[in-house]
């Protein structure tokens, strides 16, 4: 669907025509002019500034409408060329992303929502780049020069709730020993990026729509409302629309909060992105040690490359930072954490008759095995353990909650090895 018609093209010829006008003026103002005073000056600098924020406007419009008329991406297209289509469209990101689908159709979504003022509801597990994506939002809209505040609403206090977001007047509370500007009048012609949504109480919820209705804030003990014009970019790793249903969360807020939704996926659904993200991490981690960029045995690659990352891109580049530190100039896995570090292989147990022999462990199932094999392991493992989690997990070495992510992936239920509870394979009844 084309958000604007063919004819919006034409039009910026003719804004631009009365722009190049404009600043002819104001060259001409300056080239005959004997002598300037401080405010005419500081007149004609007002003046160039709103002619330069006038031709970014127009930039930015140009390239929203040329955004929007382009047609979907065809199904057949070849692998990179929609990533290689964004990047042509002088669309910035910085960072790096790979060829999931999903993330690709987030990332169009984004480029013609940015020049736009209409709120984005960003949501997807932690650790997935919701913040990078609120920034993306802000670098290709048309304030990329104006604020972008972000604010975690899951880390402030109830109490100082409204202060942070509104502000305060001296003396409106025990403390307040002057007048404090909040974060949306920080924001104020830019972008405020809320950051945990979901976490927001609903006291919060009431005012935080009085402000997407009215455009206004007011302190915390004035009554004097401030206008605000701030585009707004919210984030979450909960189901807003469940919540709304439970009553934790205000539907209505939810509605406008969500005009445009971005859903970021997991990084075990974007595997082919871990390789550029080892360059960029290793890079980034370089450049603040101040060292070279590390190199990583191949066993160690082949570990993190299989690696399900249940912290997602957060975890994999603080992974990164620690093998940079930890490492000399290669990196293997005894510089992993003691809690994902591949246990080494021991003898295979004695198998069951009628059951094939499967791997020793989890790490060699995930270097040598398929996925299947990997299914195997944590179904025997949870049948000689009685099917408690801790105690496998106790005995593969590795953390519980990555093991969880595990057992989730293959859609094995530890309550179905527990005593009393037929096995998988049994019949039921």
């Known amino acids: 669907m084309k958000i604007l018609p063919p004819s919006a093209r034409g039009s910026s010829a003719i804004s631009y025509a009365g722009l190049l ?45 040329k955004a929007a008329a382009t047609e979907a991406a065809p199904v057949d297209l070849a692998p990179g060329a929609r990533r290689r289509a964004l990047l042509d469209r002088s669309f910035v990101f910085e960072g790096a992303f790979g060829d999931n689908p999903q993330l690709l159709e987030a990332l169009e979504i984004a480029e013609k929502a940015a020049p736009t003022d209409l709120p984005v509801l960003i949501d997807g597990e932690s650790g997935t780049g919701k913040e990078l994506m609120a920034k993306v939002i802000h670098a290709n809209g048309s304030r990329p020069d104006k604020p972008y505040i972000s604010v975690n609403c899951g880390a402030i206090p109830d109490n100082l709730l409204e202060s942070e977001l509104f502000g305060h007047r001296k003396g409106a509370f025990t403390g307040a020993v002057s007048d404090r500007k909040g974060k949306f ?13 979901g976490e927001l109480p609903l006291p919060g919820q009431v005012k935080l729509l009085r402000v997407l209705e009215s455009h206004e804030i007011q302190r915390v003990g004035s009554d004097q409302p401030i206008a605000v014009d701030t585009r ?9 629309r469940r919540l709304s249903e439970q009553g934790i969360f205000r539907e209505d807020l939810f509605y406008r909060l969500s005009v445009i939704h971005l859903t970021l996926p997991p990084l075990r659904e974007r595997r082919d992105e871990i390789p550029l993200l080892f360059a960029f991490f290793g890079d980034e981690a370089a450049e603040s040690l101040k060292r070279r960029p590390i190199k990583m045995a191949p066993r160690l690659r082949d570990f993190l490359l299989r690696y399900a990352y249940p912290g997602n891109i957060r975890e994999l ?4 930072y620690r ?4 490492a000399g100039e290669t990196a293997d896995l005894e510089h ?14 004695v198998s069951e008759p ?17 996925d299947e094999a990997e299914k195997q392991f944590l179904e025997r493992g949870l049948q000689e353990v009685g099917g408690t989690v801790a105690e496998l997990a106790r005995r593969c070495d590795m953390n519980r ?29």
């Open 232 to 240: 707004i970019v919210a984030a979450t790793n909960r189901n807003l």
């Open 185 to 197: 009048e920080s924001a104020h012609t830019g972008t405020i990026f809320l950051d945990e949504i």
């Open 336 to 349: 992993l954490p003691p809690d994902i570090r591949p246990v080494s292989a021991a003898p295979a147990p």
């Open 323 to 326: 093998l940079s530190c930890l």
């Open 21 to 65: 006008e404009k600043i002819e003026i104001l060259r001409s103002t300056l080239r005959w002019a004997t002598n300037l005073g401080r405010p005419e000056i500081e007149k004609l600098l007002r003046q160039a500034n709103a002619l330069r924020d006038e031709a970014m406007q127009l930039s930015h419009k140009e390239r929203f409408v």
């Open 401 to 429: 909650s990555h093991l969880q992510t595990l057992l989730k992936k293959h859609g094995i239920r530890s309550k179905d090895f527990r005593k009393g509870n037929a096995s998988p394979g049994d019949p039921q009844g």
């Open 354 to 370: 009628g059951i094939v022999p499967i791997a020793s462990s989890l790490s060699d199932a995930k270097r040598v095995a398929s």
């Open 317 to 320: 580049r603080n992974l990164i």
